[in-house]
């Protein structure tokens, strides 16, 4: 068996009932089959996509990614789910890592493929939606009667998904994924949200990230479920789709949660239907989550990482009201320790590393076997974050690995920004670190010792970062200062360099821009 045996089986149970909603569009699951069936001969009849091989996509949240995924698993290829935020030049290095044998973009980043396509390999590029010079057309390729249906020889313990995260070195890492990875994800899912066929979740994540894809997209196809599926998360939109759908489930970030507070339609809007909202990603502030609780809505959290598909330890509803400020316990198909810096297992009430181990976990970094060796030992994955259990065996994070940067529900690491500033001749020595703010979670701050005295500006500094990295990654403040705080090693002290940075923050109202 493979993973597109549920959309089969689903089918013949109820071949009618509607899988994904998208843009006022039903797809039932009988129709979803039959995409499947049909983007599986072409990707193998027409691309040439063999066992092992990558499919890349570009794009917004959209239907064809979860038919372009079920076709791989029925093939036994491996999906890769592209940020769109990024930079064209970080997709290139991505591209590249990871050599997709055809890349589908939607139009909004066709040209930026263009810009870059001579820093990767020879992927096939299929323009989704329109006509590209020089592309492939996705519409003209599944402009056939082929169909691929039934076992192809792939089961659940092959790759299926890349997604790619940022290392602490600045540098991306393709966390692999099997088939049974997302199997016993989806299993999680079920048990932390009493997820059964009658649900109708709501996905606004963006599914380049695994909690989008995977907290409850992907569960809600193996329960049978409808999907109610927006191309980007817009308030407004959600609150719509709630109302119109009966929304049960569904899973915001804090960031997200915030512009539902702040609208208007908050206070007395009709969200009755809704059984629960799931969280996480980042630190949920307590008075976030009260104000949720306010409405009568259980705000319950989920704990993870990309590496882990990423429910390693969830709330269930109930949860969010005796263990307020938890993460919750061990996923059902999980495993976690809390350890010190040399491995021992620590007692309740004392933190350490939190480990897990299950078949959720990846099997590793894609082409990095350095980066898997450091993360995987003897089965545990060593997430970096530090936490504590409670006597009831609930968990509690108290800290991230060190440097990470939490904005909008996105990772974001310093080195690679730093490295940018230090390429620039006029600085001296430059930090950057994240500050706390009640919209972003966290705002990026550079904090900078020019080499001549008021020889540079905000401005010019800002502008190191144009078309380097993605928007959401520039840093939103920069702060001058005469020196950085080091050690008598020589090494920067980054606690006392976010000491400054919040104390220049009493001190100056910080500008907010988009991400």
């Known amino acids: 068996m493979d993973l597109s045996d549920w959309v089969d089986r689903w089918a013949g149970f109820q071949p009618g009932k509607t899988a994904v909603h998208f843009e006022g569009a039903d797809i039932s699951y009988g129709a979803l089959a039959e995409r499947v069936a049909l983007a599986a001969a072409v990707l193998r009849q027409r691309l040439g996509v063999r066992r092992g091989d990558r499919v890349a996509w570009l794009g917004y949240n959209h239907p064809e990614l979860l038919v372009l995924l079920f076709a791989c698993a029925r093939l036994g290829a491996i999906f890769l789910p592209l940020n769109w935020r990024l930079a064209p030049a970080e997709h290139a290095y991505m591209i590249k890592d990871a050599s997709p044998v055809a890349l589908f973009v939607e139009p909004d980043f066709q040209a930026g493929i ?9 992927a096939q590029l299929v323009a989704v939606g329109g006509e590209r010079a020089g592309w492939l057309s996705a519409a003209a390729l599944m402009d056939s009667e082929d169909r691929l249906a039934g076992p192809q020889g792939a089961g659940y313990a092959d790759p299926l998904v890349i997604c790619y995260t940022s290392g602490t070195t600045g540098a991306p890492k393709g966390a692999v994924l099997t088939q049974g990875a997302l199997l016993w994800n989806a299993v999680n899912s079920a048990h932390m949200h009493d997820l059964t066929s009658a649900d109708r979740v709501l996905t606004t994540l963006p599914m380049f990230h695994v909690g989008g894809l ?9 329960a049978g479920a409808t999907v109610v599926l927006h191309p980007k998360f817009d308030a407004t939109a959600t609150f719509d789709a709630i109302a119109r759908h009966r929304i049960t489930l569904t899973v915001l970030v804090p960031t997200q949660i915030k512009l539902m507070l702040d609208h208007p339609r908050w206070p007395g809007y009709d969200l009755a239907s809704l059984r629960c909202i799931s969280t996480g990603s980042t630190l949920v502030p307590e008075a976030l989550i009260r104000a949720v609780q306010e409405r009568g809505i259980p705000l319950i959290q989920v704990y993870g990482s990309t590496e882990t598909a990423p429910i390693a330890a969830y709330q269930r509803i109930g949860d969010d009201s005796c263990k307020l400020t938890s993460t919750g316990c ?18 309740v009430g004392v933190s350490g590393e939190v480990l897990v181990k299950g078949p959720n976990v990846t099997t590793g970094y894609w082409n990095d076997e350095h980066a898997t060796s450091q993360a995987l030992r003897d089965g545990w994955f060593h997430t970096g974050d530090i936490g504590h259990l409670d006597a009831d065996g609930y968990l509690f994070i108290d800290g991230r690995h060190k440097d990470m940067i939490i904005s909008g529900g996105e990772n974001i690491y310093p080195a690679v920004l730093e490295s940018i500033l ?10 950057v670190v994240g500050r706390p703010d009640d919209h972003w979670g966290e705002v990026v701050c550079a904090v900078v010792v020019p080499r001549q005295p008021d020889s540079l500006t905000r401005e010019q500094v800002l502008g190191l970062f144009r078309d380097r990295v993605a928007r959401y990654k520039h840093p939103r403040e920069v702060v001058f200062v005469d020196h950085l705080p080091r050690n008598a090693m020589g090494k920067l002290k980054k ?21």
């Open 495 to 515: 606690d006392e360099v976010r000491r400054m940075v919040r104390t220049y923050a009493e001190a100056h109202q910080p500008e907010h821009g988009t991400t």
């Open 114 to 122: 263009d810009g870059v396509r001579g820093q990767f390999g020879t």
């Open 214 to 222: 995977n907290i409850q997209t992907i569960p809600a196809l193996h």
């Open 330 to 347: 061990s996923a059902i198909h999980c495993t976690i320790r809390i350890v010190d810096p040399v491995g021992n297992d620590l007692p």
């Open 422 to 431: 230090a390429d620039c001749d006029a600085i001296q020595e430059a930090a």
